[in-house]
């Protein structure tokens, strides 16, 4: 009985199979073509092989390596069928990483908008009242009006310069973004990116303290890692506005271990709540106003292509960030 069972199941399977390839492809399965032919050629080699068997068919040197055919035709054809497949799950990977990519772009291009801004309200608020105190004093005929002009127009130069070296700052940071690998020195982007970030920091009296046991330089892409950094000083600086921390502080330490770089990203915005801590690199993720993507890009885009790995874990009171990078 199990022996008529087995040869019931070798002679209903490949009607199955051939069943489901046509039910495949009527879906406009791409590989379906592929198991149709491959099924086909099998089940022809099978059912010839079967009226041998019965002696229905005589055995002669065509009917004889024709099972072998078959079934080596469907092993070629599956062969195929597999490294189509291989084809178009690399070309998908290769669409959504140049999606991620520009994306990447979009987001750092968004970034610079919006911290640009942020850099600029006070500056064009200080322009705009100088050109007040101008006007007024002029229309109530001050007696002391050609100081007030030479100082006015002092106070407008100086916010005028203030915002074409801001502007012209992060202009060069877009321009580097598709720029190959640069040796730089580490303390020195560090600094860069907490300027960049100055005129947010001191609306909230953050103090950003920076210690490195040496001056380290490292082989990588510079826009990539100032980007990574300016994700985590938004990250911190919006924790810190939500949560109302009265003496907002940001550690930085580096150090070198081994081959590789740490970046220790330590503040005291009173740690991450949310378990598992991982899930913050999520996509999606997001416990305040932001579109929780920028942990992460940092992770799943920024840090992929600069070979490095980030952790996070609570400590003291706030959250640290490890940042762990190839020097070369």
């Keep these: 009985v199990a022996i008529q069972i087995v040869h019931l199941f070798v002679v209903i399977l490949p009607f199955v199979l051939l069943f489901t390839a046509i039910s495949l492809h009527i879906k406009k399965n791409k590989l379906a073509i592929f198991y149709i032919v491959a099924q086909t050629l099998f089940l022809i080699s099978s059912l010839i092989f079967g009226l041998l068997f019965a002696g229905v068919l005589e055995y002669n040197n065509f009917t004889r390596y024709i099972n072998f055919v078959g079934s080596f035709s469907e092993i070629i054809l599956f062969s195929f069928a597999l490294g189509y497949k291989t084809r178009l799950v690399m070309k998908e990977n290769e669409a959504q990483k140049q999606l991620v990519d520009e994306y990447s772009k979009l987001s750092f291009l968004g970034q610079t908008v919006i911290n640009i801004y942020h850099q600029w309200k006070a500056p064009v608020n200080n322009i705009y009242n100088s050109i007040n105190h101008i006007e007024t004093a002029k229309e109530f ?188």
């Design 141 to 328: 005929k001050d007696r002391d009006l050609n100081n007030i002009i030479d100082e006015n127009l002092e106070q407008i130069k100086n916010n005028t310069q203030y915002l074409r070296e801001t502007a012209l700052s992060y202009l060069d940071y877009y321009k580097q973004i598709d720029k190959p690998a640069t040796k730089i020195s580490l303390n020195k982007e560090i600094q860069s990116v907490v300027k960049l970030n100055l005129l947010e920091t001191s609306k909230i009296n953050l103090k950003v303290d920076i210690s490195s046991e040496k001056e380290i330089s490292l082989f990588t892409q510079q826009n990539l890692l100032n980007n990574l950094l300016m994700i985590l000083f938004e990250n911190a600086i919006d924790n810190f506005k939500i949560k109302e921390i009265e003496k907002p502080l940001i550690e930085i330490k580096t150090h070198t271990k081994q081959e590789n770089v740490i970046i220790e990203f330590l503040d005291n915005g009173g740690g991450i709540t949310t378990e598992p801590i991982n899930s913050i690199f999520e996509k999606d993720h997001s416990v305040m106003s932001s579109s929780g993507i920028g942990l992460f890009l940092a992770k799943e885009f920024l840090l992929e292509k600069l070979n490095g790995d980030i952790k996070v874990e609570n400590k003291n009171d706030g959250a640290l960030f490890s940042i762990e990078l190839p020097l070369s």
